[in-house]
């Protein structure tokens, strides 16, 4: 059997129920959606012991626009696509989220009937996705 490491990656108490994680595909960030404080966070810094809000309030909500006024209600899990966008799962809210690298969020698909069935899988990303 090989050998194996575990380690903490965050500071203790940064965090309130994470559920989703997904690497940066350029940079060392570690992405996590952090449900029960209602938002995405990541870790930059080598030993990712720093942790900082890539997006969200920290209010349950629901609010598209910059990262900073964006409200998410518990994200359960989160992705990255090809472009360097993350694909969130903003479970409470019945949505799927994209965060760009702009630093924009907006809706990729929401409940039955919400968008044109047409428009579907490119709203949130034209290449593959991967998560952890």
Do not use: W
């Amino acid at each position: 059997m090989p050998r194996t490491t575990v380690s903490t990656i965050a500071v203790y108490g940064a965090f309130k129920c994470p559920s989703g994680v997904a690497k940066e595909r350029v940079g060392n960030a570690i992405i996590v959606a952090d449900t029960g404080n209602h938002g995405v966070k990541k870790t930059t810094t080598p030993k990712h012991d720093k942790v900082s809000s890539l997006a969200g309030t920290g209010k349950e909500g629901y609010r598209d626009g910059e990262v900073s006024v964006a409200q998410f209600h518990s994200p359960s899990g989160v992705a990255v696509d090809g472009e360097g966008s993350f694909i969130v799962a903003d479970t409470a809210n019945h949505r799927i989220r994209k965060i760009t690298p702009q630093g924009q969020v907006s809706l990729c698909r929401g409940p039955a009937g919400a968008i044109e069935t047409e428009k579907g899988p490119s709203l949130c990303s034209t290449s593959p996705v991967e998560s952890l």
